[in-house]
């Protein structure tokens, strides 16, 4: 073996197809984009567009709507913050709010606030501070001898205090 006989597989490597380069490769003239027109130019295609039939997105009818005042939360469910205690990221007895969890790299961004939710079983001792929780997780927190504390959702700086 020589470093001269190295090659690539055949047909790995595909040369890109130059257009517009003469009526014998193959692809010159009109370079595979057909006669004249909107579609023959660059940049323009009638997207939607079904040879003037009504486009599918007319014909459908419009439903629901985006609320921009909706508030995102981040959520956590009681088996992530037992994780967490157990891997040694959060320790029992102290407060858990969105900034520690962050921290703690249990959660990536604060969003608009936290939101406890009860899946799974939490066995360690906390004081939680969310902006929204779960009956059920309350009771979970609560059994394992915690506490949960519901903060006013964060206004925004435009509104009126």
Known sequence: MKLSDIADNAGSRKKRMRVGRGIGSGKGKQSGRGGKGQTARSGVRIKGFEGGQMPMHRRLPKRGFNN???????????????????????????????????????????????????????????????????????????????????????KEEGEAA
């Not at 205690?85 to 969105?98: T, Y």
């Not at 959660?107 to 009860?118: D, S």
């Not at 929780?133 to 006013?152: F, H, Q, Y």
């Open 68 to 154: 921009i005042f909706r508030v995102e939360y981040a959520e956590i469910n009681l088996d992530r913050l037992q994780d967490a205690v157990d891997a040694k990221k959060l320790e029992a007895g102290s407060v858990v709010n969105v900034e520690a969890l962050v921290k703690a790299g249990v959660l990536r961004r604060a969003k608009g606030g936290l939101r406890l939710l009860g899946r799974g079983e939490l066995k360690a001792k906390l004081n939680i501070e969310v902006h929204g929780a779960t009956k059920s997780a309350i009771e979970a927190v609560e059994k394992a001898g915690g506490s949960v504390k519901i903060l006013a959702p964060a």
